[in-house]
């Protein structure tokens, strides 16, 4: 079992070693200078020389690759070259908002949705199903932005009790994001839940057919007790999977969802970030989003070990 | 240069984002505008000026903006300032009067040499900055200085620099401004109403103490009270103003990247104005149809134009640039991308405000510019077309555009390129493109920025050594009318034979709140001093 764990972590740090290879050569790539690009169309010849200078980008880019790791590890991402802060600080602060909504999100969606997945699963094909079903495809097949939309059309035009869009820069406190949080963590919970009730319905209908919950059935166990007691625990492993992944999505894939609504997390900053050619900016949230996957399959194949009984036994058997 | 997100930002900021903006905007459009039809039916004409009253004393107004760059700044002279703080906290010397003259701010009067070399400004005496030191010449003469200083790079030094040395202002005494130019200028004052040309206290950009572009200390009608780069700030109202106190207690700012974004902003109520954004006629509708907000026209605010580079194939030929300024009905394009919100350009760069407009136009005839393209080989003409989603009417303009052009023979094939950096990957690089500029550069300045050869804005790379030699003797004529003759002469010579295309003039859709009074804007003026919330 130990090996096993060891050999993940192994795995999940090469993985995050990789793409910041990966990262730093794809950004090396992008069209555009960044001086030229931060200057826009006020980037005459002798601003961009002036702007270049100051940002240092004479440097050969190997070298500038190992700085930036080797800071990376330190914690200093380097120096934003749009509004010359710390990375680390203001990616930080962003991140910290970003949280904010994931928590939120998958406290209710996470719980919701693996309720309503099992529910529909157990009730195969009766009006519970259908209905959970179907909502769920709605909610799958609708862009998360259009949910935004009409979010903000219900909730801050018609009647107004939500902020359609937040006013407040990055370093605003919890407090002041909270009013903020619910619209764009609603927009995001519907998306999300969508494919997690797929997952766990499908799970649950595998596992209701599969021989052991016969046979717990057969040995006159009730209902109930087969349900959680057997059934849960093997239906959730898939689930956990997409769970992990959806959590992954979150962190790194609300680019739309913020923009909409304006608030100041990781997606707009990375947004700002793009607009701005701000390589240093968009080195550092691409490598937080590789990590966040990483630790987040990590978290599901650990999560899963310990869920699965076959897995945890042989391993046990091996180590002996 | 000042464009509406400059980012935008980032504008505020965009490819992806704007496509989806645009299509989420004409979603809502269609659910709000079903929406709001019990209300009263939504019209399809558009409100041109904006409610005026007598507006309550005192209150917060709160402006939705693009910000420019996450590295913004309150330095007027900067590419990257601010530009929504700048009218609020500072003066010029000279700006822009509603009938396009140029008018006295900071400087009370001004008196040239009889050749034009030597412009001698009196200065206001009862000017005060924020922090309490009088306005004096030395203000005047470190604000010119801090502008021509290579490292500041202010866009606004192309335009100064080939006429002024930094050594060449003087000041007799604390109230008089005397500039030597290095060649006559009849309209110099007129190149101070740029909106790089703000007025900063003596030695305020020095490094190694506080920095204008953080303290934003001037003479203006606001102060500065909090100012976060691509974040939020506030001014509060300047008792001590020398126009006397503004009609409001406070201005907040936000900055919101994305336009749909403030629009959702300007419609649940939580700002009152969307500055620098020209909405798109779906949202200006829903906007427009809304209890809380409605529409102002910004009057021909924006300069629409499709330049050809004439250093590009086929664009080089003098006469394919007449045939594709032949071949097109503006009136089409007029039409149809502005929706009759705007009037018909000829061409001529030069808006009809400008006091030395020319209606000088040539009319539309596709079979002379099939002619023309024929003569010169080029039958069946391909070319491609750029636009973007940086703003609404881009690709409106340019598809009426290509089917305008049809009947002269000419095919274009319209090519999204995008947003986020077309102006770094697209303007002035591809042939031909969608541009557009926000109006109100005095000719002298419009005309020598963007059309004289080698300027760095000049967007067609068009070099004429006979207009620049109109130019220099336009601006050396001492006596108004010979010098209004000779910038019309500029104007035909360069609908004649430059390489901007210029199908129209549009006003802008600017977004506010029905609680929103003496709502002014034309050009880069925005009257900050009266604007008001209702009672």
């Known amino acids: ?320 | 240069m000042r464009h509406a997100s400059t980012s935008v930002r980032p504008p505020g900021g965009i490819s992806r984002r704007s496509l989806l903006a645009g299509g989420l905007g004409a979603l809502g459009a269609t659910w709000l505008a079903a929406g709001c039809s019990s209300s009263g039916p939504a019209s399809r004409d558009l409100p041109v000026e904006a409610a005026s009253g007598d507006p309550a004393s005192g209150g917060v107004l709160r402006i939705a903006r693009p910000p420019a760059s996450d590295a913004e700044t309150l330095d007027p002279a900067s590419a990257l300032s601010a530009y929504e703080y700048l009218g609020a906290v500072y003066n010029r010397l000279t700006r822009i009067g509603e009938d396009g003259s140029v008018v006295a701010d900071l400087a009370e009067s001004w008196e040239p040499s009889p050749d034009g070399t030597r412009w001698t400004f009196a200065l206001r005496r009862d000017v005060t900055f924020h922090d309490g030191r009088p306005f004096t010449s030395a203000d005047a003469r470190y604000t010119l200085r801090h502008l021509l200083d290579p490292d500041v790079a202010s866009p606004q030094a192309g335009v100064l620099a080939p006429m002024l040395d930094p050594s060449g202002i003087h000041t007799p005494d604390p109230h008089t401004l005397v500039v030597e130019l290095t060649r006559p200028n009849a309209e110099f004052p007129s190149l101070l109403t740029s909106y790089n040309c703000y007025v900063i206290p003596d030695g305020s950009a020095e490094p190694g103490g506080p920095r204008i572009g953080d303290t934003g200390i001037g003479t203006g009608p606001f102060r500065l009270e909090s100012f976060t780069p691509a974040g939020r700030g506030r001014v509060v109202a300047n008792p001590e103003h020398w126009q006397g106190r503004p009609v409001l207690d406070e201005i907040e700012f936000y900055a919101i990247p994305d336009t749909q974004a403030r629009s959702n902003a300007l419609l649940a109520g939580q700002v009152h104005l969307l500055s620098q954004t020209n909405l798109d006629f779906a949202t200006a509708r829903v906007i427009n149809a809304s209890e809380r907000a409605t529409i102002a026209r910004s009057v021909n605010s924006q300069w629409y134009g499709l330049p050809m580079l004439c250093t590009a194939e086929p664009f080089t030929d003098p006469a394919v640039r007449q045939a594709m300024k032949l071949a097109y009905d503006p009136r089409a394009v007029l039409d149809v991308a502005l929706q009759g919100a705007g009037v018909i350009g000829n061409d001529n760069p030069v808006p009809p405000e400008e006091p030395y407009w020319t209606d000088y136009r040539v009319e539309r005839d596709p079979e002379h510019a099939r002619f023309l393209l024929r003569r010169a080989g080029l039958e069946d003409l391909r070319l491609d077309l750029y636009t973007s989603a940086y703003d609404p009417v881009f690709t409106p303009m340019a598809l009426a555009f290509r089917d305008s052009v049809r009947e002269a023979g000419i095919t274009l094939d319209v090519r999204t390129a995008a947003a986020e950096s077309y102006f770094s990957q697209i303007w002035m690089q591809k042939p031909l493109m969608a541009t557009y500029w926000y109006t109100g550069r005095p000719i002298e300045q419009l005309l020598n920025q963007i059309f004289r050869g080698g300027s760095s804005y000049n967007e067609t790379a068009w070099a004429d050594d006979r207009f620049d030699g109109l130019l220099d003797e336009a601006r050396g004529e001492m006596d108004a009318d010979r010098r209004r003759m000779l910038y019309q002469d500029a104007q035909r010579y360069v609908v004649d034979h430059g390489g901007s295309i210029t199908p129209m003039f549009a006003d802008r859709l600017v977004g506010l709140s029905r609680d929103v009074l003496n709502y002014r804007e034309y050009g880069f003026e925005f009257d900050y001093l009266n604007i008001g919330l209702r009672r």
């Open chain 1, 1 to 320: 079992m130990l090996s096993f764990v060891a050999r993940r972590l192994f795995s999940a740090l090469l993985t995050i070693a990789l793409s910041s290879v990966l990262i730093f050569l794809a950004l090396q790539a992008l069209p555009g200078d960044v001086a030229s690009q931060i200057l826009g169309r006020d980037a005459t010849p002798e601003a961009v020389a002036t702007l270049r200078e100051q940002l240092d980008l004479d440097q050969p880019a190997w070298q500038r690759y190992l700085e930036w790791v080797g800071g990376a590890v330190t914690g200093d991402l380097g120096t934003s070259l749009a509004s010359g802060e710390p990375v680390a600080t203001e990616v930080g602060l962003h991140l910290r908002n970003t949280l904010l909504i994931a928590v939120v999100t998958i406290l209710v969606a996470v719980t919701l949705s693996v309720v309503l997945g099992v529910l529909a699963g157990l009730y195969r094909d009766r009006w519970p199903d259908t209905l959970i079903s179907g909502l769920s495809l709605v909610g799958m097949s609708v862009p998360e932005f259009v949910v935004a939309t009409l979010l903000v059309l219900a909730l801050s035009i018609t009647v107004p009790v939500l902020p359609a869009v937040v006013l407040d820069g990055p370093s605003a406190s919890i407090g002041e994001l909270l009013p903020a949080v619910w619209l764009p963590a609603a927009a995001l919970g519907v998306a999300m839940t969508a494919y997690i009730v797929r997952m766990a319905r499908t799970s649950v209908i595998d596992v209701m057919a599969g021989e052991f919950v016969t046979t717990a059935t057969l040995k006159g166990l009730g209902r109930w007790r087969v349900v959680t007691r057997h059934a849960l625990p093997s239906a959730l492993l898939p689930t956990l999977n997409v769970i992990a992944m959806n959590v992954a999505w979150l962190v790194g894939g609300v680019v739309v969802v913020e923009n909409v609504f304006n608030y100041p997390g990781v997606g707009s900053l990375m947004l700002q970030a793009v607009h701005n050619r701000d390589l240093p900016m968009l080195q550092a949230i691409a490598l937080i989003s590789a990590a966040v996957y990483v630790l987040c399959n990590l978290a599901a194949d650990l999560g899963a070990m310990a869920l699965n009984p076959r897995l945890r036994t042989r391993e046990q058997v091996g180590t002996r």
